[in-house]
């Protein structure tokens, strides 16, 4: 099965810098990668996801890219706020296969502080 | 619209009894997922429900481990007898296809064996 590796565990930074997530993964067939922020008592909540067919995504301050030779996507948090400190989990998924199951990192949490 | 909805949100229960949680997804998503979280980690993929049938359950441990979605639209997952190794917390998500959709979870339900 797919095995998706997360770097860093934990990332502390000034309110105001950039946060960047990089996340890595075995299966060329995987072709949809989420993110989910996580935040104290509460469910994952999907922030951005990017598909293989495309590089590059933006929404706002949030951005992820995706290098398929390399396997391996990124997620970048510009303009930090301190409501932005919470868990972020990267996924991958076949989508094209009759399951699609979503295989998780294991994680980082991202405190901003003020 | 209304979010997935889980029951209870925290269950302490002492090892080899039994416990079952609940899940209510969004109205009209076709597929349920049960996730296990454990601390420290990402979610783990128990079981997948497409209407209400089992579409994977490749990763549920049959012997202590079910779930059931009647009539299509709500679930019900539970642990009997519960180990040690099952303190987590339990994960539902849904989607509206088939497989391969953006997945949107549910507050999750807290357990803890002691």
């Known amino acids: 099965g797919e095995n998706v590796e997360q770097h860093p565990s934990t990332l502390s930074v000034q309110e105001g810098d950039s946060a960047v997530i990089k996340c890595t993964y075995s299966d060329s067939a995987s072709n949809y990668f989420p993110w989910y922020k996580q935040e104290l008592g509460k469910g994952p909540q999907l922030i951005i996801d990017?598909?293989?067919?495309?590089g590059e995504k933006k929404d706002q301050r949030i951005a992820v890219t995706l290098n398929k030779t390399a396997k391996h996507f990124s997620l970048h948090i510009t303009e930090t706020q301190p409501e932005d400190s919470a868990v972020y989990f990267c996924?991958?998924?076949?989508?094209?296969?009759?399951?699609?199951?979503?295989?998780f990192g294991r994680g980082t949490q991202l405190t901003v502080w003020p | 619209e209304a979010g997935v909805a889980q029951s209870p949100r925290y269950k302490i229960i002492e090892k080899r009894q039994s416990v079952a949680f609940w899940c209510n997804p969004i109205?009209?998503?076709?597929?349920l997922y049960w996730y296990q979280q454990i601390l420290g980690q990402g979610p783990k993929l128990l079981i997948q429900?497409?209407?209400?049938?089992?579409?994977?359950d490749s990763q549920l441990p049959k012997d202590r481990f079910s779930a059931e979605r009647l009539k299509g639209v709500d679930s019900t997952l539970k642990i009997q007898p519960a180990k040690l190794e099952d303190s987590a917390v339990y994960l539902c998500?849904?989607?509206?296809?088939?497989?391969?959709?953006?997945?949107?979870f549910g507050p999750g339900t807290r357990l803890l064996v002691l």
């Open positions: 109205s009209g998503h076709a597929t």
């Open positions: 990017i598909r293989s067919n495309v």
């Open positions: 996924a991958a998924s076949d989508r094209g296969s009759t399951l699609g199951r979503l295989y």
């Open positions: 998500a849904s989607s509206w296809g088939v497989v391969g959709e953006t997945q949107y």
């Open positions: 429900f497409q209407n209400n049938g089992v579409v994977d």
